[in-house]
């Protein structure tokens, strides 16, 4: 609502009811401590390496190496509730903008501050004593200005009937995409008070919405349907925008109206902030839990700063919570409060309030404070505000007042985490992060293409940060390979260079074509492949090699082509077999009577013991097979996993299987027969 509409009215009350006189303003300061601006984790990223640590856009295996590193913030904001917000200090050089004249008259106002490009730019009202206009000022430093558009409105009032035929004010602009939209306050000749809406490309040209309003007072919500003197009659009425933020593809406005007055002795109504939201910056919806700031009526508690209400709400968003600078006009006359959020609808008010009140001393401001615009640059918070010499609010200039918002470090972080979808991050494994630079080795999502790996660092705690990376993954069309391992498993103590190694002969076979390219790597056990050693150092497309190092562990042989793998065979070392007459196996009763223990009518039961030296405990087993044909080592009929001692080189099992046929127990090491038992089973 327009300062010029308020004369007579708020600020009339502070001429008839002012008995102590204005409270002087705070200290003036050239400039208060420069914080660096608030250092982000820009540069924090995983990276895809090499084995040598240098960055890699493709690859042709899926086993990749990922490098993470973490940028820790210098600094974060404290909580916007522990700022010491009366450490606000107004500017030496105040008043940083004055009225020119003309269109502005002697009267300026209602300052509104975007980020555009590396400049800043001022949206503000302007009174020639009949009319409120939009005009349009730039800084590179937020305190020296320059009018832009030769100083002409950039937003004019509407025709003659129409619903802002009388003011345009309370400018608010934010660009969304390439568009740049403008609300503010229209007024008729009654002065109802109304939200518009325009919209530009450019920021500076105009174009107004045709539905405009896009929101007004509702009466059958009672806060709403209040005035400040009698409507028609110079009394004003209606809503007006404060500000608005747009979030997450929602537009969030604070903004004010008039309830009417609980108090005889203020007839005039007092004032409230209220929230609605938009998906379009047109079509609004009133929160219903409005107004969210008002005066306290607690009976006892009603402070004496804020006794007409809250209005003309700036609000900022930082990191740690929404601050709100506003006007709180009183019998004293205008003076400016905070109050803190951490989501925009319950507000805290600020204890030490208010922040900002008018000096006497100054000609400039010694009537009162007004009309709030809240900025940030770097971690100082830039509260504008209008500052009036005239209790009718018809000599208003533009001044600023500063208050820095502190912070606290931030820390390093404990653990990260990874995966090939950030919505596995949430079950991906922790690792301790230790040092910038760490590596971890990777496997890539399966398929071919594009593949983007996530990263997460878990600080205080808390996993934030999710950082991405992606590489060009094309496997090699790869050629056809095979190798093998003869004899597979081999005996420990034959052919190897030592009693705990073994021998084998590795044999190979490729494509005549792989020569160069072609090589057999090996590794211990049956772990990740390795294609970077050429352990057997073959020169041919097809051949065979010993090796003689084969340990009880195993170790498998990658025939690898460019360092992508063909083939690969396992290679297991096993004992040597016990001497036979070191080994028994007996099975009583032997034979044993059909249809006694056995599982059916058809079986019998007996019970089979053996015994081998202790250096069995691997590889022993006793299998069964029907008859007496043959031998049998490949399959654990017997199964003798957990033997009567605890030890499996010794022990007994009962067997309630044994047919009329018969049933020949072996006793076998390493798949080497060591002795064999036959139970008959007899009617």
């Given at each position: 609502?327009?300062?010029?509409?308020?004369?007579?009215?708020?600020?009339?009350?502070?001429?008839?009811?002012?008995?102590?006189?204005?409270?002087?303003?705070?200290?003036?300061?050239?400039?208060?401590?420069?914080?660096?601006?608030?250092?982000?984790?820009?540069?924090?990223?995983?990276?895809?390496?090499?084995?040598?640590?240098?960055?890699?856009?493709?690859?042709?295996?899926?086993?990749?190496?990922?490098?993470?590193?973490?940028?820790?913030?210098?600094?974060?904001?404290?909580?916007?509730?522990?700022?010491?917000?009366?450490?606000?200090?107004?500017?030496?050089?105040?008043?940083?903008?004055?009225?020119?004249?003309?269109?502005?008259?002697?009267?300026?106002?209602?300052?509104?501050?975007?980020?555009?490009?590396?400049?800043?730019?001022?949206?503000?009202?302007?009174?020639?004593?009949?009319?409120?206009?939009?005009?349009?000022?730039?800084?590179?430093?937020?305190?020296?200005?320059?009018?832009?558009?030769?100083?002409?409105?950039?937003?004019?009032?509407?025709?003659?009937?129409?619903?802002?035929?009388?003011?345009?004010?309370?400018?608010?602009?934010?660009?969304?995409?390439?568009?740049?939209?403008?609300?503010?306050?229209?007024?008729?000749?009654?002065?109802?008070?109304?939200?518009?809406?325009?919209?530009?490309?450019?920021?500076?040209?105009?174009?107004?919405?045709?539905?405009?309003?896009?929101?007004?007072?509702?009466?059958?919500?009672?806060?709403?349907?209040?005035?400040?003197?009698?409507?028609?009659?110079?009394?004003?009425?209606?809503?007006?925008?404060?500000?608005?933020?747009?979030?997450?593809?929602?537009?969030?406005?604070?903004?004010?109206?008039?309830?009417?007055?609980?108090?005889?002795?203020?007839?005039?109504?007092?004032?409230?902030?209220?929230?609605?939201?938009?998906?379009?910056?047109?079509?609004?919806?009133?929160?219903?839990?409005?107004?969210?700031?008002?005066?306290?009526?607690?009976?006892?508690?009603?402070?004496?700063?804020?006794?007409?209400?809250?209005?003309?709400?700036?609000?900022?968003?930082?990191?740690?919570?929404?601050?709100?600078?506003?006007?709180?006009?009183?019998?004293?006359?205008?003076?400016?409060?905070?109050?803190?959020?951490?989501?925009?609808?319950?507000?805290?008010?600020?204890?030490?309030?208010?922040?900002?009140?008018?000096?006497?001393?100054?000609?400039?401001?010694?009537?009162?404070?007004?009309?709030?615009?809240?900025?940030?640059?770097?971690?100082?918070?830039?509260?504008?505000?209008?500052?009036?010499?005239?209790?009718?609010?018809?000599?208003?200039?533009?001044?600023?007042?500063?208050?820095?918002?502190?912070?606290?470090?931030?820390?390093?972080?404990?653990?990260?985490?990874?995966?090939?979808?950030?919505?596995?991050?949430?079950?991906?494994?922790?690792?301790?992060?230790?040092?910038?630079?760490?590596?971890?080795?990777?496997?890539?999502?399966?398929?071919?293409?594009?593949?983007?790996?996530?990263?997460?660092?878990?600080?205080?705690?808390?996993?934030?940060?999710?950082?991405?990376?992606?590489?060009?993954?094309?496997?090699?069309?790869?050629?056809?390979?095979?190798?093998?391992?003869?004899?597979?498993?081999?005996?420990?103590?034959?052919?190897?260079?030592?009693?705990?190694?073994?021998?084998?002969?590795?044999?190979?076979?490729?494509?005549?074509?792989?020569?160069?390219?072609?090589?057999?790597?090996?590794?211990?056990?049956?772990?990740?492949?390795?294609?970077?050693?050429?352990?057997?150092?073959?020169?041919?497309?097809?051949?065979?090699?010993?090796?003689?190092?084969?340990?009880?562990?195993?170790?498998?042989?990658?025939?690898?082509?460019?360092?992508?793998?063909?083939?690969?065979?396992?290679?297991?070392?096993?004992?040597?077999?016990?001497?036979?007459?070191?080994?028994s196996i007996s099975a009583s009763p032997n034979p044993c009577t059909l249809g006694i223990g056995g599982v059916s009518s058809s079986h019998c039961s007996t019970t089979i013991s053996w015994s081998a030296p202790t250096n069995t405990i691997q590889g022993l087993g006793v299998w069964g097979r029907s008859?007496?044909?043959?031998?049998?080592?490949?399959?654990?009929?017997?199964?003798?996993?957990?033997?009567?001692?605890?030890?499996?080189?010794?022990?007994?099992?009962?067997?309630?299987?044994?047919?009329?046929?018969?049933?020949?127990?072996?006793?076998?090491?390493?798949?080497?027969?060591?002795?064999?038992?036959?139970?008959?089973?007899?009617?």
């Amino acid at each position: 609502m327009p300062k010029s509409s308020e004369k007579g009215i708020v600020h009339l009350l502070a001429l008839l009811v002012l008995a102590v006189g204005i409270i002087g303003g705070l200290y003036l300061v050239t400039h208060p401590t420069i914080f660096k601006p608030k250092a982000s984790n820009e540069g924090t990223r995983v990276e895809i390496v090499d084995n040598n640590g240098n960055i890699i856009s493709k690859t042709t295996t899926r086993d990749v190496k990922l490098k993470f590193t973490y940028v820790v913030p210098s600094s974060k904001p404290i909580a916007v509730s522990e700022i010491n917000f009366s450490n606000i200090a107004k500017h030496t050089s105040n008043p940083i903008l004055l009225p020119t004249g003309g269109a502005e008259g002697d009267n300026i106002y209602n300052p509104f501050l975007i980020q555009k490009d590396d400049k800043i730019w001022m949206y503000y009202a302007g009174f020639d004593s009949t009319h409120d206009r939009i005009f349009l000022a730039e800084s590179s430093d937020g305190i020296n200005f320059t009018r832009l558009n030769n100083g002409n409105p950039v937003l004019d009032i509407g025709p003659t009937g129409s619903w802002d035929e009388k003011h345009s004010n309370d400018p608010i602009v934010i660009k969304v995409g390439n568009n740049y939209h403008l609300w503010y306050s229209g007024e008729n000749n009654s002065l109802e008070s109304a939200m518009g809406h325009a919209t530009s490309s450019d920021g500076i040209h105009w174009q107004k919405d045709t539905v405009n309003p896009v929101l007004k007072r509702d009466l059958s919500i009672a806060w709403e349907s209040g005035s400040l003197g009698t409507p028609g009659s110079g009394g004003l009425y209606g809503i007006s925008p404060g500000h608005i933020l747009y979030e997450d593809s929602v537009f969030t406005l604070w903004y004010w109206s008039i309830e009417p007055t609980d108090n005889p002795e203020f007839p005039w109504g007092t004032i409230g902030v209220g929230v609605a939201t938009s998906t379009n910056g047109v079509n609004w919806t009133k929160y219903s839990g409005n107004p969210i700031l008002r005066r306290d009526r607690t009976p006892g508690k009603a402070n004496v700063y804020d006794f007409n209400g809250w209005s003309t709400p700036s609000v900022v968003k930082l990191e740690s919570g929404y601050i709100m600078l506003a006007e709180t006009p009183s019998f004293g006359g205008t003076t400016l409060s905070i109050a803190t959020s951490s989501e925009g609808k319950s507000w805290q008010t600020y204890p030490n309030n208010p922040v900002l009140r008018a000096n006497p001393s100054l000609a400039y401001e010694k009537a009162g404070v007004l009309s709030p615009g809240l900025f940030v640059i770097g971690n100082i918070l830039y509260a504008y505000y209008s500052c009036g010499s005239t209790p009718d609010n018809t000599r208003n200039r533009i001044c600023l007042a500063m208050v820095d918002i502190p912070t606290e470090p931030t820390s390093f972080p404990s653990h990260f985490r990874v995966a090939n979808s950030p919505a596995f991050l949430n079950f991906a494994q922790e690792h301790p992060f230790t040092m910038n630079g760490q590596t971890i080795d990777w496997v890539l999502s399966s398929g071919s293409g594009q593949k983007t790996v996530y990263g997460q660092f878990k600080v205080d705690g808390t996993w934030g940060q999710i950082v991405s990376t992606s590489i060009k993954f094309n496997p090699p069309s790869s050629p056809m390979g095979s190798i093998l391992a003869d004899p597979n498993p081999c005996t420990l103590g034959v052919g190897g260079v030592s009693s705990s190694h073994c021998s084998t002969t590795i044999s190979w076979s490729a494509p005549a074509d792989t020569i160069p390219g072609l090589g057999v790597w090996v590794r211990d056990g049956i772990g990740k492949v390795n294609c970077s050693g050429n352990e057997i150092g073959i020169t041919s497309a097809s051949g065979s090699k010993t090796n003689p190092h084969i340990t009880n562990g195993g170790q498998t042989f990658d025939l690898c082509y460019n360092n992508t793998k063909l083939d690969s065979v396992f290679v297991s070392a096993v004992s040597s077999p016990p001497p036979s007459s070191t080994t028994s196996i007996s099975a009583s009763p032997n034979p044993c009577t059909l249809g006694i223990g056995g599982v059916s009518s058809s079986h019998c039961s007996t019970t089979i013991s053996w015994s081998a030296p202790t250096n069995t405990i691997q590889g022993l087993g006793v299998w069964g097979r029907s008859g007496t044909t043959g031998s049998n080592c490949s399959g654990n009929e017997l199964g003798i996993v957990n033997p009567d001692s605890g030890t499996p080189y010794r022990g007994s099992k009962p067997n309630p299987y044994i047919t009329a046929e018969g049933v020949t127990f072996d006793l076998c090491f390493n798949n080497t027969l060591l002795k064999s038992i036959f139970v008959d089973g007899r009617p």
